[in-house]
T-cell receptor, first 117, second 115 residues
């Protein structure tokens, strides 16, 4: 089946620094990738939709200048948390859409645990 | 807009017992529905999905779900629970909103399997 990887799996950083998280589709091309944020014991909240070669579409309430998304190739999307603060600590999960969209399956990465001190 | 409600944030069953996780949806159009499982500190894995056709959908690990339009439900079942089924389960509905496509997730149900 389709595999999506994320790197790093865990990161601890100081407040004010920036952190980059990579999401890769390993055995398929994904024109569309999604970034989610999951708080403890809660559901996934969609942050943004990343489309290869174009600007990401952010959900309402998500700061685009703080959460920079780049989808430079069909197999890689990156999320950069700029000037991270403790409230940004969370579990970030990406997914990649296999196929042409619509009801095609989203394949999820294993997640990245961000802790901001 | 579509939405999903999962009844019961926690469900506990004995090993070998029936598993029933409830999901109700709200949709103004024919829904596309999904069940995902999440193990601790991991991403989500697709269990099964309903798009069109047969309303009883079989998934991986012995799970199945039935789409019932009259009840706006898509409950997940497994005849006999196994210890390895302990995880968080998320129901989701596909939403097409203003040209953007996304999954809308329920709040999740944590399944505990007791020996």
């Amino acid at each position: 089946g389709a595999v999506v990887s994320q790197h790093p799996s865990r990161v601890i950083c100081k407040s004010g620094t920036s952190v980059k998280i990579e999401c890769r589709s390993l055995d398929f091309q994904a024109t569309t990738m999604f970034w989610y944020r999951q708080f403890p014991k809660q559901s996934l909240m969609l942050m943004a939709t990343s489309n290869e070669g174009s600007k990401a579409t952010y959900e309402q309430g998500v700061e685009k200048d703080k959460f920079l998304i780049n989808h430079a190739s069909l197999t890689l999307s990156t999320l950069t948390v700029t000037s991270a603060h403790p409230e940004d600590s969370s579990f970030y999960i990406c997914s990649a859409l296999a196929g042409g969209g619509g009801t095609d399956t989203q394949y999820f990465g294993p997640g990245t645990r961000l802790t901001v001190l | 807009a579509q939405s999903v409600t999962q009844l019961g944030s926690h469900v506990s069953v004995s090993e070998g017992a029936l598993v029933l996780l409830r999901c109700n949806y709200s949709s103004s159009v024919p829904p596309y529905l999904f069940w995902y499982v999440q193990y601790p500190n991991q991403g989500l894995q697709l269990l099964l999905k309903y798009t069109t056709g047969a309303t009883l959908v079989k998934g991986i690990n012995g799970f199945e779900a039935e789409f019932k339009k009259s009840e706006t439900s898509f409950h997940l079942t497994k005849p006999s629970a196994h210890m390895s089924d302990a995880a968080e389960y998320f129901c989701a509905v596909y939403q097409l909103d203003g040209g953007s496509e996304k999954l809308v997730f329920g709040k999740g149900t944590k399944l505990t399997v007791n020996p």
